[in-house]
């Protein structure tokens, strides 16, 4: 009896510390989630507050994009200064949709200090690599694609 007392005890004391790993993934997860959302939203909504929250000063951000489907790709580097002044006029007149423009989070990676996300969003394909920093989950990098001339979005 008093091994099963034993084996039973040792084997809440897993179960409860697996409760809490999975608690703090499902947390980090949604911080994760939550950067990836400020930053698209802080563009799609001219709220640059929201890339101030959620994108990191030493931020490398290098882009690829076409003019148009007969184009060769561009190369477009920028900062976190540039990205901060582009949010806060990129959508200014409107020309995205906010609610209905493309927005899917894929969290490809998540570890307890850094994350990798899959964003689809109205210009493209963006790979964001990020940080967990003083508790808070931050973009440090992004790499990101225009959609093909072949992908309907």
């Known amino acids: 009896m008093k091994k099963l007392t034993t084996t039973l005890a040792l084997?809440?004391?897993?179960?409860?510390?697996?409760?809490?790993?999975?608690?703090?993934?499902?947390?980090?997860?949604?911080g994760v989630k939550m950067a990836a959302l400020d930053y698209v939203e802080g563009l799609y909504l001219v709220q640059p507050e929201r890339i101030e929250r959620s994108v990191s000063k030493d931020l490398a951000k290098i882009g690829y994009w076409k003019r148009d489907a007969t184009s060769e790709y561009r190369e477009s580097p920028m900062t976190y200064d540039q990205l901060y002044s582009l949010a806060g006029k990129w959508n200014k007149e409107g020309k995205v949709d906010?609610?209905?423009?493309?927005?899917?989070?894929?969290?490809?990676?998540?570890?307890?200090?850094?994350?990798?996300?899959?964003?689809?969003?109205?210009?493209?394909?963006?790979?964001?690599?990020?940080?967990?920093?003083?508790?808070?989950?931050?973009?440090?990098?992004?790499?990101?694609?225009?959609?093909?001339s072949n992908d309907p979005q």
């Open 11 to 30: 084997l809440l004391m897993i179960s409860a510390a697996s409760l809490n790993v999975v608690a703090q993934d499902m947390s980090d997860k949604e």
């Open 98 to 148: 906010a609610d209905t423009a493309p927005k899917i989070i894929e969290v490809l990676d998540l570890m307890d200090q850094t994350a990798v996300v899959k964003l689809s969003a109205d210009w493209g394909i963006d790979y964001l690599n990020m940080a967990k920093k003083d508790g808070r989950w931050t973009i440090v990098n992004i790499l990101w694609q225009s959609y093909p």
